[in-house]
């Protein structure tokens, strides 16, 4: 298992895992979860499996929003997760550069963060 951690500017880890180095990766399957519905979980599993048996590497992007839920401004949260996004962007341009073809999947935050991608 491949694994690659990086700091949110928020103070939290943004992690990576894949069975491969991300600069080996051809095709990728980029899942996304939800705020409290990680990628073990049985849609994001079985959709991870489904890429897999059709050619895609699953990278299995994983977040924890520690005290997110604590925050009562709308505003902020959304800050937050447009940080994250341009983070999770400028990581995934960097190590994901051989990749031709790329899939999204995502469960509804990590929708969010994966429609705000370039």
């Known amino acids: 298992?491949?694994?690659?951690?990086?700091?949110?500017?928020?103070?939290?880890?943004i992690r990576f895992e894949t069975i491969l180095p991300m600069d080996e990766i051809s095709r990728a399957a980029l899942i996304f979860p939800g705020l409290a519905y990680t990628t073990n979980h049985p849609a994001l599993k079985f959709a991870s499996l489904c890429c897999a048996q059709n050619g895609f590497t699953?990278?299995?992007?994983?977040y924890a929003y520690?005290?997110?839920?604590?925050?009562?401004?709308?505003?902020?949260?959304?800050?937050?997760?447009m940080d994250d996004a341009r983070q999770i962007d400028a990581a995934?341009?960097?190590?994901l550069a051989l990749s031709a073809d790329i899939l999204l999947l995502g469960k509804s935050l990590g929708l969010f963060l994966g429609c705000t991608l370039d």
């Open 92 to 95: 995934l341009n960097s190590y």
């Open 1 to 13: 298992m491949s694994e690659i951690e990086i700091a949110s500017a928020h103070g939290h880890i």
């Open 66 to 81: 520690l005290g997110l839920f604590e925050v009562n401004q709308q505003e902020k949260i959304v800050q937050i997760l």
């Open 58 to 62: 699953p990278i299995l992007v994983n």
